[in-house]
Each structure stands twice: as C-alpha cells, then as structure tokens.
C-alpha cells in the first residue's frame, strides 16, 4: 500500500483516462493515504495572452477546477488534493510529486509516434527522470 500517491491529470477524454487512473489508485492507496491530483496548463505565449479576454482565461480555469472536483471525488483516499500548475508537464508532475513526498506517480500514455522517438513523450519524461516509482497506464 502507498501513503501519497500523486495521478498526473489529463481531461482531453471527458477524463475517462484519469478517471481509470483513479480507480486503480484507489486499490493501491493505504487507508489513511493521500492523494494528489496534478494538472499542468500549457502557458500561453506572450503574443498570445495579449489577445485572450482575462474573462474567458478566468471561465476556463472555473470549468478546468469543476472537473478536477468532480474526479476528486471518486477517490478514496482520507485526503485528496487537486494541484493545478503552469509549464511543462513533466517538470510540474515531478516537482508535486516532490512536494507531496510521494511514494508513487501515477500517469497516462499513449501509443508512441515517431515525434515521441526523438523528444520523448510526457509520460517517458518521467519514467526517466523520477526518484520513485512510476505507473504508467495505457
């Protein structure tokens, strides 16, 4: 059983990948575990954030924030955190992981393509750089 499990989050299928995620973790969770639901936002470019309202950046971050509760609540861990950061994905996973003294991550992968070949994919990222162990999920 681990004590803090972190589950890096994805939303681009309605969560149904980070909802399996969840549902494992809470198989391997100590009772009196936690829980940290990660999700990194890709930033913005400068010449881009100049042309998006702060209203629309402020409606997505609502809508983003309603998903991550409504994922956070099917775990069953005594506590469950929702983490949400900015930059690149595998830096962030790895730095809450880090933070949270996390004894497992928890990430999704997909089917490698050439791109994934020569700069490698988020999940591959982690895997290799990670102190602790990583379970990766297809």
């Known amino acids: 059983m681990y004590k803090s499990i972190v589950i890096a989050v994805a939303l681009f299928n309605q969560g ?3 909802r399996a995620l969840i549902k494992r973790a809470n198989k391997l969770i100590d009772p009196d575990g936690m ?4 999700h990194v936002l890709d930033e913005i470019p400068a010449y881009l954030s100049a ?7 402020l409606a997505h971050r609502k809508a983003l924030r309603e998903q ?3 994922l956070a ?6 506590t469950v955190d929702i983490d949400i950061r ?6 962030n996973i790895l730095a809450c992981a880090k933070e949270c003294h996390a004894d497992l ?13 020569f700069i ?3 999940a591959s990222r982690v895997v290799r750089h990670s102190p602790i162990s990583v379970l990766v999920s297809r």
Do not use: F, W
Not at 108 to 114: E, F, G, R, V
């Open 73 to 78: 609540a099917s775990a069953k861990a005594k």
């Open 105 to 117: 991550i928890m990430v999704a992968s997909h089917k490698p393509d050439m791109s994934n070949y």
């Open 86 to 91: 900015g930059g690149r994905a595998s830096e």
């Open 35 to 38: 829980i940290t639901l990660v």
């Open 16 to 18: 149904a990948t980070s």
């Open 120 to 122: 490698g994919s988020t």
């Open 68 to 70: 991550l509760d409504s």
């Open 51 to 57: 042309a998006v309202a702060r209203e629309q950046l």
